[in-house]
């Protein structure tokens, strides 16, 4: 058997104090997450990011900046997710363009309300990512290379 690591990517959007979180329906429970999801083949992070914001919130997201890169084991699941989050701006949303059809809805939450739903974040990653993009942590977009053969 071969592991491969699910590669994903995910936004941390802010508008003053909150943060634009999905609530999504994932295997049978509702959860918030970043908009986020799965890289395709042959597509860069960066365009994987932009078309997972689009996907999940119906806004254009511009990034500006690598907030980090996370591995997160689930033994359990037999499963490694290795997440690649940006922060940018996303533009207004598009109330013509449907939402994917695992996304409930979407909002814009505190820190403090972020917190409260602890238990209902998809995954640890959510919380940490936050807190990362208010450390500062801001790698620079030209450390990524996307290369074709």
């Known amino acids: 058997m071969t592991w491969k690591p699910h590669v994903t990517v995910a936004a941390v959007i802010q508008q003053e104090s909150r943060f634009l979180l999905v609530e999504e329906r994932i295997e049978g429970r509702t959860v918030f997450n970043q908009p986020a999801g799965h890289l395709e083949p042959w597509e860069s992070l960066l365009d994987a990011v932009r078309r997972e914001v689009l996907e999940e919130t119906a806004r254009r997201f ?22 690649f989050c940006f922060t940018g ?28 739903r602890r238990e209902s974040l ?24 996307h290369l074709r053969s």
């Open 89 to 116: 701006d996303a533009g207004e949303r598009d109330e013509s363009r449907a939402l994917d059809r695992e996304i409930v809805a979407t909002h814009w939450l505190s820190l403090d309300e972020i917190g409260a």
């Open 122 to 145: 998809r995954s640890p990653m959510v919380l940490q990512c936050i807190r990362d993009h208010l450390a500062g942590s801001a790698l620079p977009l030209s450390a990524l290379h």
């Open 62 to 83: 511009e990034p500006r900046a690598l907030v980090g890169v996370y591995q997160y084991d689930m033994p359990r699941k037999n499963r490694t997710y290795l997440r």
